[in-house]
């Protein structure tokens, strides 16, 4: 049974770090691409990063570059997403999904499972 689980979300102050991790079960992870996307307050689903199997390049959406980091762990079937000087804009609940490979699109149709989400709140 394939399974992707998040975790490592919280209440951070402004400019502060947080890791999450997605841990995946019931599949080689080696062989997929996986990417995070986040959904803030009201508002719809959007990519963050890809990190891809083949060659482990990554991807960042504009508004997170320089500040998120994407890394992938296949002894340990887990990707991590190291986010740093963190902003209120980044308030979101956090999900990683699974896809074949990183378009850089982010469309949520080339993932076929995903995480049920961890809470991400950057407030003072």
């Known amino acids: 049974q394939v399974q992707l689980v998040e975790s490592g979300g919280g209440l951070v102050q402004p400019g502060g770090s947080l890791r999450l991790s997605c841990a995946a079960s019931?599949?080689?992870?080696?062989?997929?691409?996986i990417g995070w996307f986040r959904q803030p307050p009201g508002r719809e689903r959007e990519g963050v990063s890809c990190i891809s199997s083949s060659d482990g390049s990554t991807h960042y959406t504009d508004s997170v570059k320089g500040r998120f980091t994407i890394s992938r762990d296949n002894a340990k079937n887990t990707v991590y997403l190291q986010m740093s000087s963190l902003k209120p804009e980044d308030t979101a609940v956090y999900y990683c999904g699974r896809s074949l490979g990183c378009s850089g699109s982010y469309s949520a149709f080339e993932y076929d499972y995903w995480g049920q989400g961890t809470q991400v709140t950057v407030s003072s």
């Open positions: 019931g599949f080689t992870l080696d062989y997929y691409a």
